[in-house]
């Protein structure tokens, strides 16, 4: 269905020097932000902020050069990244395909107009934004369905719990990155990496610090064994999950003789 859409929605047209200029500069800065994700605990689902820029990049210069930039974009990090198998590559395509195109039409659909950003129609903005990241859960959610067996609600539920901060965020900088756009195109892109690319580090440092607080906490000092608080809190996440699944449980507990002694 994403392919489909982009098919639809594609147009082969050359671009002016300046506008090739204008998409090696979008495309460059998506495959950078591609390589410095970041992961929020307590899961550690990696995140992007190439969406602030897609979503920059329809507001302000419209639905193809956004799907010209994807479509580059894709085939170098195919070309470069060919450890991760292929059909992995073509379903983040297609996702991104439909995110972009369905913000797109929300967005005109809505009244707004491909340019300098308008405050009198924030709420287009706002209805764009909400559609990308409306295709972009369920469409996931969709796949880890698949992928793990569980269900879509529950799915959809873990991810929009642990994400919807960071990517509610990471959206909103698309406003200001169209604002710069309208004056400072380059200086504002070149600005946007930088503050992405220390967000990310410090959401690394975050995430491992997360990581080793949260592993003293589960473990014996003495024996570097699973303590007790980790025991109740894997429990309770396989009840639910066999709740959830309607899958049977079993629990088995032994007792070892004289293990105080050890």
């Given at each position: 269905?994403?392919?489909l859409?982009f098919?639809?929605?594609?147009q082969?047209?050359?671009?002016?020097?300046?506008?090739?200029?204008?998409?090696?500069s979008?495309?460059?800065?998506?495959?950078?932000?591609?390589q410095v994700?970041?992961?929020?605990?307590?899961?550690g689902?990696a995140q992007?902020?190439?969406?602030?820029?897609y979503?920059?990049?329809?507001f302000?210069?419209g639905?193809?050069?956004s799907l010209?930039v994807?479509l580059?974009?894709?085939?170098?990090?195919?070309?470069?990244q060919?450890?991760?198998?292929?059909w992995k590559?073509?379903?983040n395509?297609?996702?991104?395909a439909?995110?972009?195109v369905s913000a797109?039409?929300?967005f005109v659909q809505t009244g707004?107009?491909?340019g300098p950003?308008?405050?009198?129609?924030?709420?287009?903005?706002?209805?764009?934004?909400?559609?990308y990241f409306?295709?972009?859960v369920?469409a996931?959610g969709?796949y880890?369905?698949?992928l793990?067996?569980?269900?879509l609600?529950q799915v959809?539920?873990?991810?929009?719990?642990e994400?919807?901060?960071?990517?509610?965020?990471t959206?909103?900088?698309s406003l200001m990155?169209?604002?710069?756009?309208?004056?400072?195109?380059?200086?504002?892109?070149?600005?946007?990496?930088i503050?992405?690319?220390?967000?990310s580090?410090?959401f690394k440092?975050?995430?491992?610090?997360?990581?080793?607080?949260?592993?003293?906490?589960?473990?014996?000092?003495?024996?570097?064994?699973?303590n007790?608080?980790?025991?109740?809190?894997l429990?309770?996440?396989?009840?639910?999950?066999?709740?959830a699944?309607?899958?049977?449980?079993?629990l088995?507990?032994?007792?070892?003789?004289s293990f105080?002694?050890?």
């Amino acid at each position: 269905m994403g392919i489909l859409v982009f098919m639809l929605n594609s147009q082969i047209q050359l671009p002016s020097t300046s506008g090739w200029v204008l998409l090696f500069s979008l495309t460059g800065s998506i495959l950078l932000l591609n390589q410095v994700l970041f992961r929020l605990p307590p899961e550690g689902n990696a995140q992007s902020m190439d969406s602030a820029l897609y979503l920059a990049c329809i507001f302000t210069f419209g639905l193809q050069l956004s799907l010209n930039v994807l479509l580059i974009s894709s085939v170098i990090y195919i070309l470069y990244q060919r450890r991760i198998v292929w059909w992995k590559h073509i379903i983040n395509f297609a996702v991104y395909a439909l995110m972009i195109v369905s913000a797109h039409y929300v967005f005109v659909q809505t009244g707004g107009h491909t340019g300098p950003m308008e405050p009198t129609a924030l709420y287009s903005y706002l209805l764009a934004m909400t559609a990308y990241f409306t295709v972009n859960v369920i469409a996931l959610g969709i796949y880890f369905m698949l992928l793990i067996k569980k269900s879509l609600f529950q799915v959809i539920h873990g991810f929009v719990k642990e994400t919807i901060t960071a990517y509610i965020s990471t959206l909103l900088l698309s406003l200001m990155l169209t604002m710069m756009f309208e004056t400072h195109f380059y200086f504002g892109l070149f600005l946007f990496l930088i503050i992405a690319v220390l967000l990310s580090v410090s959401f690394k440092q975050l995430f491992r610090l997360y990581q080793e607080v949260s592993d003293k906490a589960a473990r014996d000092p003495r024996t570097n064994l699973f303590n007790h608080g980790y025991f109740e809190e894997l429990l309770e996440k396989e009840l639910a999950q066999a709740k959830a699944s309607g899958s049977p449980l079993s629990l088995v507990i032994l007792d070892v003789d004289s293990f105080k002694k050890i």
